[in-house]
């Protein structure tokens, strides 16, 4: 079975801290996903990587940047949280090159909250 | 741009009823088509797929059937279960990356 894990299931960090959410897939699948997921607003896509060290920014890029250091992982950082960013924060995997003819596989969430 | 747009929840049934979620779609080309399901405290799993027109995607007693000529990929299932309450999202990929589109998502509530 893929597996998809993300570091903390909840999150509660203050205004102004800087916030890493970390991301693992076991199948060894080139792209990776960090969405922000909203009531009323559905998925949002934030950052995408299609392969290590590669990124390209989604539809909201702004207040976050991404790190793949290894095919396995993908980071999430909040350089300076602030309380707009509260949020459920979903990560995903997909085989690459495929034309997104794949599903993607999604971690279970983390809430954060800033306050 | 492409887009998906499926139906506001929530939506409240009771167990055994018929289930219609609608779902349209906007795209250049031949979208493949997606619903995937989220369960209380998870994260998005897949439901059903279809690749190409009149392609019938199923599972777990879900349909949903491409239609290619009024752009739209609904979700339907016979008579439903409580275990059925979740969000619904339909999605689209464009095979230009390996991106996918999300709608909104529709929340469904089963009552015993």
């Known amino acids: 079975d893929v597996k998809v894990t993300q570091s903390s299931r909840y999150l509660v960090k203050r205004t102004g801290e800087k916030v890493f959410l970390e991301c693992v897939q076991d199948m060894d699948h080139e792209n990776m996903f960090w969405y922000r997921q909203d009531p009323g607003l559905g998925l949002r896509l934030i950052y995408f990587?299609?392969?290590?060290?590669?990124?390209e920014k989604g539809d909201i890029p702004e207040g976050y940047s991404v790190s793949r250091e290894k095919k396995e992982r993908f980071s999430l950082i909040l350089e300076s949280a602030s309380t707009n960013q509260t949020s459920m924060y979903l990560c995903?995997?997909?085989?690459?090159?495929?034309?997104?003819?794949?599903?993607?596989?999604f971690g279970p969430g983390t809430r954060l909250t800033v306050t | 741009g492409d887009s998906v747009t499926q139906m506001e929840g929530p939506v409240t049934l009771s167990e055994e009823a018929f289930l219609t979620i609608n779902c349209t779609y906007t795209a250049t080309g031949y979208p493949s088509l997606f619903w995937y399901v989220q369960y209380p405290g998870e994260g998005l799993q897949l439901l059903l797929k279809?690749?190409?027109?009149?392609d019938k995607g199923s599972n777990k007693g879900f349909e949903a059937t491409y239609r290619k000529e009024t752009t739209s990929f609904h979700l339907e299932k016979g008579s439903v279960q409580v275990s059925d309450s979740a969000v619904y999202f339909c999605?689209?990929?464009?095979?230009?990356?390996?991106?996918?589109?999300f709608g909104k998502g529709t929340r469904l509530h089963i009552l015993p």
């Open positions: 279809a690749t190409k027109a009149d």
């Open positions: 990587s299609y392969d290590v060290k590669m990124k």
């Open positions: 995903a995997s997909s085989l690459g090159w495929t034309g997104g003819l794949y599903e993607q596989y």
């Open positions: 999605a689209l990929s464009d095979h230009r990356d390996d991106k996918i589109i």
